[in-house]
């Protein structure tokens, strides 16, 4: 069973930065994508961006240009770099691995706040 860590969230202003790190408990040697997810009190847990183990990335229309996913797979983590931050992303955001094969397995971790305030 893979175990995701997270950290990094916490309060900041508006217009502020804040970076996340996703550290999995073992080195995934099949195909596979990290990634965030965020969800805001009272919505849907949405998507924020989402890297590929050969590091190709997908954003959310609300993250592109503000956000940067990267992933250091010697370390097995992930790092999203969130600039420019905007009341509306408050929530709380979520790691998430998906390893593809003949079967898919998915993990998540167990979430850290990020409130930004205006």
């Known amino acids: 069973q893979v175990q995701l860590v997270e950290s990094g969230g916490g309060l900041v202003q508006a217009g502020g930065s804040l970076r996340l790190s996703c550290a999995a408990s073992?080195?995934?040697?099949?195909?596979?994508?990290m990634g965030w997810y965020r969800q805001a009190p009272g919505k849907q847990r949405e998507l924020v961006a989402t890297?590929?183990?050969?590091?190709?990335?997908n954003y959310a229309d609300s993250a592109k240009g503000r956000f940067t996913l990267s992933r250091d797979n010697a370390k097995n983590t992930v790092y999203l770099q969130m600039n420019s931050l905007k009341p509306e992303d408050t929530g709380v955001y979520y790691c998430?691995?998906?390893?593809?094969?003949?079967?898919?397995?998915?993990?998540w971790g167990q979430g850290t706040q990020v409130t930004v305030s205006s």
């Open positions: 890297i590929a183990s050969g590091g190709s990335t």
């Open positions: 998430k691995l998906t390893i593809f094969g003949f079967k898919r397995y998915e993990y």
């Open positions: 073992e080195t995934i040697n099949r195909l596979n994508s």
